[in-house]
C-alpha cells in the first residue's frame, strides 16, 4: 500500500539559510500534519491542513511556514535557521472522518 | 491541559510479556494510539482504542484502557527481539483528524 512520501530524507544546512521540506500524503487523503521530533524527544505538533486551509497550529515557530496545494500535497518552509532546528521532521495524512493518521519517514533536518 | 506521560524504560527478556503503560489528563480524548519508532526510522501505527471500549486485541498486542483512571496499556505477548523499539503513547481529542499529543516514549530492550 502507498505510504506517506517525504522529501528529503536528509538535510544538512548552515544557520540562518532556508529550507523547503515536502509531503506527499496517501492517496485520498485530505489532511497533512507536521510534527518536529528533537533527538531523544517526543514528535511535537506544528501545524496541519484540511482540504488546503489550516485546520490547528501548535508550537510551529514564526521563521516557518507551511502549506497544502491543490494536490494534497504539502511544503514545510523554514527560514533563518538555527542550530536548534536541527531534528526529525515528519509528516502525517490522513482521510477526514478516519481516526488513524500515517506517518511519513521523516526528513533529518542537520543545521550547521 | 494536555499530557500523556510513560515511564521511559523497559527490559524483557525474549518470550516474555511486555507491558507499557501510560497516563493520560485529558479526559476528552477520544482515541488513544500507540506507536513504534525503531532507531532512525519514522512511526508506525500499531493499534489504537476508542475511549468508550476498555479493550482491544490484535495478534499479540493487548490494549488495555481504564478510562476511570486514564490509564492505557500496551501488552505484547511472546516479546521477541525485533520488538525492540521505542513505544510512544499519543491522544487525539476530538477525532482522529485533530493533532497527537504524544508521551516521551518507552524504550523497550528485549534481551535474547
Known amino acids: 500500500a502507498a505510504g506517506v512520501i517525504q522529501s528529503p530524507r536528509h538535510l544538512i544546512k548552515e544557520k540562518r539559510e532556508t529550507a523547503t521540506l515536502k509531503c506527499y500524503p496517501i492517496?485520498?487523503?485530505?489532511?497533512v500534519y507536521w510534527y518536529q521530533q528533537g533527538p531523544g524527544q517526543d514528535p511535537q505538533f506544528l501545524i496541519s491542513f484540511y482540504e488546503k486551509m489550516q485546520s490547528d497550529k501548535g508550537s510551529i515557530p514564526d521563521r516557518f511556514s507551511a502549506q497544502q496545494f491543490s494536490d494534497y500535497h504539502s511544503e514545510l518552509n523554514m527560514s533563518s535557521l538555527e542550530l536548534g532546528d536541527s531534528a526529525l521532521y515528519f509528516c502525517?495524512?490522513?482521510?477526514?472522518?478516519?481516526?488513524?493518521?500515517?506517518f511519513g519517514p521523516g526528513t533529518r533536518l542537520l543545521v550547521l | 491541559g494536555e499530557d500523556v506521560e510513560q515511564s521511559l524504560f523497559l527490559s524483557v527478556r525474549e518470550g516474555d510479556s511486555s507491558v507499557i503503560n501510560c497516563t493520560y489528563t485529558d479526559s476528552s480524548s477520544t482515541y488513544l494510539y500507540w506507536y513504534k519508532q525503531e532507531p532512525g526510522a519514522g512511526l508506525q501505527l500499531l493499534t489504537y482504542i476508542f475511549s468508550n471500549m476498555d479493550m482491544k486485541q490484535d495478534q499479540r498486542l493487548t490494549v488495555l484502557l481504564n478510562k476511570k483512571d486514564k490509564h492505557l496499556s500496551l501488552r505484547i505477548a511472546d516479546t521477541q527481539t525485533g520488538d525492540s523499539a521505542i513505544y510512544f503513547c499519543a491522544e487525539s481529542l476530538y477525532s482522529g483528524n485533530t493533532p497527537l499529543v504524544f508521551g516521551k516514549g518507552t524504550r523497550l530492550s528485549v534481551i535474547a
Open positions: 492517496p485520498r487523503h485530505d489532511t
Open positions: 502525517a495524512s490522513s482521510r477526514f472522518g478516519e481516526e488513524t493518521q500515517y
